[in-house]
């Protein structure tokens, strides 16, 4: 069946850093774009960061030149660089697969920017 397990989030100081990673199974990850997306409680879910299969990254403009996406189609992965955290990055962060009519979501991985 298809899975997205998104994982390494977790509490970081302003300033800090962050790697998440998504795993992915159960489909043909090389044909379909990879999405990092997030979402806190009462504001709707906000797209963060994109890769498509064959094409440049794409970056919400708040995040521009602090993250990086990535991914390793071997291996099935995408992963999301966070760098320089800010205390409105705080949310849970998703991972989403999609190609044309068909998206994957994964359960979302909580990441905490306090001191």
């Known amino acids: 069946q298809v899975t997205l397990v998104e994982s390494g989030g977790g509490l970081v100081q302003p300033g800090g850093s962050l790697r998440l990673s998504c795993a992915a199974s159960g489909f043909p990850f090389g044909a379909y774009c990879m999405d990092w997306w997030r979402q806190v409680p009462g504001k709707k879910r906000e797209l963060v960061a994109s890769l498509m299969t064959g094409g440049t990254p794409n970056y919400g403009d708040s995040v521009k030149g602090r993250f990086i996406i990535s991914r390793d189609n071997a291996k099935a992965m995408v992963y999301l660089q966070m760098n320089n955290l800010k205390s409105e990055d705080t949310a849970v962060y998703f991972c989403?697969?999609?190609?044309?009519?068909?998206?994957?979501w994964g359960q979302g991985t909580q990441v905490t920017v306090s001191s």
């Open positions: 989403n697969a999609w190609q044309m009519d068909t998206n994957y």
